[in-house]
């Protein structure tokens, strides 16, 4: 296994001194196409050293990657998703990193199973970043909802099964990281309006507050 994840390093290796040696003649494809190939040796070493991890023994000696990060717990029927990375935006997405957040909160959710059965359901994604003047829409929330109904969270994604919000707030003090929250769609009103009461800083939150009642809660 080791000469494995040595020979897709060396490969990483001789396309990363091939950007750095080329810099006259780079152009955005080559880079593009670099970043694929970072992103798909990083996706097949994560594999092999999960494998690995499985069966050591000494808990010790394991790689603490990011993948070990994500979390999931319920608490009072709300069901909340640590992932800690942020959500890539659309124009960004590609296959790997697409799929390595959908297995992810597939694999910590799938314990909950049936939590919410056929009801109707609200996702709310918080994406924390370190930088300023966060484009929130164009964040790709696909995956997250994706390994929600692959673990039998929820039902479906359509409207009939869920609606959702995304809130977007920066953080320089933390590392970037997205929190999740999942619960019943009859709860949302009462947690957005007690949410406003402690923290009147978040007013970004009305935002979701007039969509939520635009598309949903008419007699508001």
Known sequence: MQKEILTELEDLRDETEFIINNEEVIENKHV????????????????????????????????????????????????????????????????????????????????????????????????????????????????????????????DDNIANMFYGVLGTTDKKKKPYTEVYVFKGEKVLEWIQNAIKTDNSKVSEWGIFLVIKNGYFDNI
């Open 32 to 155: 593009e196409n670099y970043l694929r190939s970072l992103e798909r040796i990083r996706y097949n070493i994560f594999n092999k050293i999960k494998l690995k991890d499985k069966y050591e023994v000494n808990e010790q000696d394991k790689i603490n990657y990011l993948n070990n990060r994500y979390k999931a717990t319920v608490e009072n029927d709300i069901l909340k998703i640590y992932i800690p990375e942020v959500i890539p935006k659309y124009k960004n997405i590609n296959n790997y990193a697409y799929k390595n957040i959908m297995i992810n909160v597939m694999e910590k959710t799938k314990q909950y199973k049936d939590l919410f059965n056929n009801e109707l359901v609200f996702v709310f994604i918080k994406v924390v970043e370190n930088q300023k003047n966060i484009d929130i829409d164009n964040k790709f929330i696909k995956p997250i909802v994706d390994g929600l109904v692959l673990s039998k969270v929820i039902a």
